[in-house]
Structures are given as C-alpha cells and as structure tokens.
C-alpha cells in the first residue's frame, strides 16, 4: 500500500482551496495542482479516467471464482485492481448484484483495496466510489446499515430537516464504508402515475416540494463529505416507458419544463450539487434532433451548462439501458457523450469498445486532448473537495462507530413515523384496538425484498404488530392471487378480528383487488397498506381504512405497524395526487391530503 505520505504528497495544497460544497474557480492554488496532475497523464490515463465501471467480487484482489469468471466475459479483466491497472478508471460503481456490498467491513476492505490498487499504478489517482443509494425501492448497501424510507415517503413527511438527516446519516455511513459518492437524490417531478421507473423514487408532483427536499439532502452529503448526485437532467418524471427498455419521450413545452422539471435542478445547482445525472430520454422540446439528453449538446450545454450556469461533474446513466443505445452503436454513445458535455461515462457494456471509441475520437481529432482535460479537472476538482488525495482510505473502526449504530437506526423510524400516509378512516377504525381486534391476519403481495431488508412485507407486518400487543398471523397472497389463494386468505379472515392487506400497484383488473373485496365482504374490517404507488387506494372503495407507505422497506411498514397500533400518529400528506379509478380527470385525493388522529 503507498504509505499516506505518499498520497498526501501526491495532493499536498489541493485540498485547502477546495471546500466541499463548492466549486473550485480557475486560478486557486489547487486548481493550478490539479492542472498540473492532468498536464502529466498520458492520453489513455485521461480517457479511463472518464469511467465509472462495474466490477463484480467482494475483494479488489481475490474474488470468488464466479465473480473472476464474470469479469473475464464482461470486462476482460479478473479483478478490480486489474481493471484499474488496465483501463486506469477513474470510479467504481457498487452493485449488489455484483457481490460487490455484502457487509460493512467487507464493503470497507473493497474500497481500501481499489485505493490502494489506484494509487499504486504510476501517477495513480484516488478513485470515485460510488453507488445508488436512494433509499426507499433503490439501495445497494443493506442491513446492518441504516436505511431511511424512499423519496415519495419522504415528500409526505415534507420535513426539510428530515431530508438533512437522511442525507447526512446516509452520507457518513457511505462514506465510512469508503463509498464516497452517492446517485441520490432523484430530481425528477414524477406527474404520471403510469410512470414505471421513477414513481415512488420521486419526491413527488409539486416541483417547489420537490425541490426543497432536493437541496436539504443534498445540504446532507455534502456535511458528510460525500457526493451527491441530482438525477435524471433534464427530467425523466413524465414518463410511461421505462429508459432501461426503451426510449422514452418527453412532449412538455418548454415552458412546461422552466415551471416543472427545471425546479429541483435549478436548486440543485443552487445548492452546490456535485454532480447531475443526465436521461437517457428524448425531449424535443428543448432539441428536435431525436437524440437522447445524455448525447444533446444542447441540453447539457447549451441548458444545463449555459443556462443553468452549472460547472460539476455531469456523469450519464448507465451506458447499457437501452434508451441511450437505441440510436447509436456502443461505440458511438460515449463519444457523442462527451461531445453534448458529459464529464463522466456510467458502466458501458463494454468497456473496451467504448475506452478505444474515445482513445480513438482523440487520436483521430474528433474530441481534442483538451476537451479531455476540461472534464478531467473537474472530476479531479471533485475529488479534491472529497478529500480523496488527503483521506482516500477508511477503517474497520471507522465502520463499527458510524455504520447503523442505535442513533442512526431510532432517527430512520422517528422519520419513517413522520411519512405514513392516512387515506381512509371509517368510522375511526384506526388506531385499532387489541381489545378488541386482537387477532390480526396479514395477507398480501410479497414483491422481492429491496436490498438489505428482511422481507417479505406480510412477515414484517405480522411481526411489527406482535411487538406492539397483537396477535398477528401473514399469509402471503402475492401480486397476483389466484382464485384459491384468495379462497385461503377468506378462509382464514374468519379466524381473525381484523385484517391487514398490503398492496402492490393495484389495477382495475387486478386479482389483488379482488382479494380486497372478497375480505371486505367478511364483514371483518380490512387495513389496506399501499406497499409501493399509494394509487391503490382509488380501486379499492370496500376497505375500512387505507395508510400508504411508499415502499416496502422495513423501517416503512414497522412505521405503519406503530401508527395502526396507536403507538405514533400517521403525519404524512400525499405528495402526489390520487385521481379517480374510473375518472382520471377527477382528483380523488390531493396533493397535501392526509388523515390523523
């Protein structure tokens, strides 16, 4: 390992100039040292330092063999410290997927071990660490680490000091594990329901909302010197094609878009964001060319540079969505990336057709060299303001005394108690009585645990209300019961006095709202619990009482658990409208509806 003498020699005076949060100007002492550092990278150090890639393994050196058999196929590489030996990239991004978050320690010793692989390689430079922490459906690192519920959950709550909280929590425990950059907050202003890949990632639909929560979180990170990332620029809220499978198409005018998805970005940026994600979308109303955000000059340019006045790291969503390779062969995306004003190229597919695209635009002199070296400042700018050149590796200590320590778990429910949302009531059923509703049965859709929780949903209900007094029994019924399974579920109402149902994105043709009903017309009162879009309420008019949660983590539905018991009080408002099931038209519930006792 190069001793810390050796880094910090390697970024002695960066630092000081740069605070975090700010953007360094030209002419600083430490912008003439990394002016410097990048007048002595070779042509192909300044290209990989352009990527983040993936890498799969839970060790920089020696991962499983599945995982080296893994980045042989995809990357060419066996390892991380391979990979960075070979390509010299600048950031690693996270994937549970890719075993790369497994526990703390573990997560520790990786990010040590890619440091130490970076800063071993002649002229070596600290790396990006990063990942897609957005809480709520989206998280990479899981328990023991804190997990704070999702952004529509949090645009209920409406708390700006919550979004601090989580923002600075999050943010110092990503950075004990050595992750030092985080793709959260989602900026978008999610007004479609139908909108498959953002939803309940969203704060919501009111873009001031939305906005404020952006800049509070992003205040957070910035406390606990990691990177914040404001996605997906320059909007991706009014979509009905998801951008992993398809194109998506934006048809809002440009004043639309000034009023709407601009909001949250504009403070963004106003906050001193670190970095802005672009969508792998196409917006003709801010250009007509038919290329997705993430290859428009205009758009990162001529908006977000020029207008915006924003001069961060700008980095593209993942290279292998279908979105962005629609138009273009691999080959040709990250070059025209870095044309439109992209600093960074997110996880291409493959990483050796787009690392010699690039080398190759250079070399042919469609991208000069010092194009290169705008961007490159800026990523080194970044990790500068990080203190990656003076603190570049972390400890097990550092992780034992931060990473879900009892604080930070009791912060992340007293906000989770603050977001459940209230719908219904009837006849004031809620709180409920174990008096009188002792014997409780949990049915309902029991989607894949997101990352790091317990799961399924109906077993941390069940349980969630058995510590409060209850006597509570799950069922799993599914996202799509059959018509025995809902028999089972009717069958076993009859033994209880109340039942709970968690739903999932319920549909007028939906076999989950024929569960509902089926137990509706028990006669014993029903608790529906929206598990993800809080929609569902509008197709199910039999239920006696209705609470969104915005997810399925547990720190959400243990919230929900309290507040059906009475031990907190639902606080939450919606942050997005609910229209009628059978009338999209008409607002069934509006934004800042919410019931409490």
């Known amino acids: 390992m190069p001793s810390r003498r050796t880094v910090l020699a390697a970024g002695a005076g960066v630092t000081a100039a740069l605070a975090v949060g700010t953007t360094a100007s030209a002419g600083t002492p430490g912008d003439k040292k990394l002016r410097s550092l990048v ?46 030996a070979k390509y010299r990239v600048g950031g690693i991004i996270y994937f549970t997927w890719a075993h790369n978050t497994k526990d703390p320690h573990q997560i520790a010793d990786l990010s040590n071990g890619i440091q130490r692989a970076s800063l071993s390689q002649p002229r070596g430079l600290p790396v990006l660490v990063t990942t897609d922490q957005e809480h709520g459906i989206v998280c990479r690192v899981g328990r023991p680490a804190t997990l704070f519920p999702g952004a529509m959950a949090m645009g209920a709550g409406g708390s700006r000091e919550d979004a601090r909280t989580l923002g600075r929590i999050s943010g110092a425990e990503l950075r004990a594990m050595g992750i030092n950059q985080d793709y959260s907050p989602d900026a978008d202003v999610n007004i479609n329901p139908a909108n498959p890949v953002i939803g309940v990632r969203s704060f919501g639909a009111d873009p001031d909302a939305v906005a404020a929560l952006v800049a509070a979180e992003v205040a957070g990170y ?190 992340a429910d007293r906000v989770a108690e603050r977001t459940t949302t209230l719908l219904v009531n009837k006849g004031g059923l809620l709180p409920l009585s174990r008096r009188t509703h002792r014997k409780v049965l949990v049915v309902g859709a029991d989607p894949a645990s997101p990352s790091g929780t317990t799961g399924p949903p109906t077993g941390v209900l069940a349980s969630a209300l058995t510590e409060v007094g209850f006597t509570a029994t799950a069922l799993s019924t599914g996202t799509a019961p059959s018509a025995a399974t809902v028999a089972a579920a009717v069958a076993a109402a009859q033994d209880a006095d109340a039942v709970v149902v968690g739903t999932y994105n319920v549909t007028a043709g939906s076999s989950q709202r024929t569960l509902v009903e089926q137990l509706a017309a028990t006669g014993r009162p029903v608790v529906a619990i929206a598990i993800r879009n809080p929609y569902d309420v509008s197709q199910l008019p039999s239920v006696s009482a209705h609470l969104a949660t915005y997810s399925w983590t547990d720190v959400e539905l243990r919230a929900a658990a309290r507040v059906i018991a009475g031990r907190a009080a639902p606080r939450g408002k919606l942050p997005v409208p609910v229209q009628q099931a059978d009338d999209p038209a008409k607002v069934l519930y509006p934004v800042g509806y919410g019931l409490t006792y």
Do not use: C
């Not at 404001?230 to 398809?246: E, M, R």
């Open 222 to 411: 910035q406390r606990s010197s990691v990177a914040a990332t404001a996605k997906h620029f320059p909007g991706h809220g009014d979509t009905a094609v998801d951008s992993h499978y398809g194109f998506p198409v934006i048809t809002h005018s440009r004043q639309l878009w000034e009023k709407l998805d601009a909001v949250p970005f504009r403070a963004a940026v106003k906050a001193g964001i670190d970095s802005i994600m672009t969508a792998h979308i196409q917006f003709p109303a801010l250009d007509d060319s038919g290329d997705p955000a993430t290859l428009s000059r205009p758009i990162l340019t001529g908006i977000l540079r020029e207008e915006l006045g924003y001069d961060g790291v700008v980095v593209t969503d993942s290279l292998g969505m279908q979105g962005v390779r629609t138009k273009y062969g691999d080959d040709r995306v990250p070059v025209l990336a870095l044309k439109a004003g992209v600093d960074q190229l997110l996880n291409p597919p493959d990483l050796a057709t787009a690392w010699n695209a690039v080398l190759k635009a250079v070399q042919d002199g469609e991208l000069t060299e010092s194009r290169l070296d705008e961007s490159i400042l800026r990523i080194l700018r970044l990790k500068a303001r990080l203190r990656l050149f003076d603190e570049p590796y972390v400890s097990h200590k550092g992780v034992d005394r931060t990473v879900g320590t009892a604080a930070h778990l009791a912060a």
């Open 39 to 84: 007048s002595r990278m070779t042509l192909e150090e300044k290209v990989g330092q352009l990527f983040v890639m993936r890498v799969y393994g839970h060790s920089a050196t020696d991962p499983d063999q599945a995982d080296i058999d893994a980045n042989l196929k995809e990357i060419g590489v066996r390892t991380a410290a391979e990979l960075i």
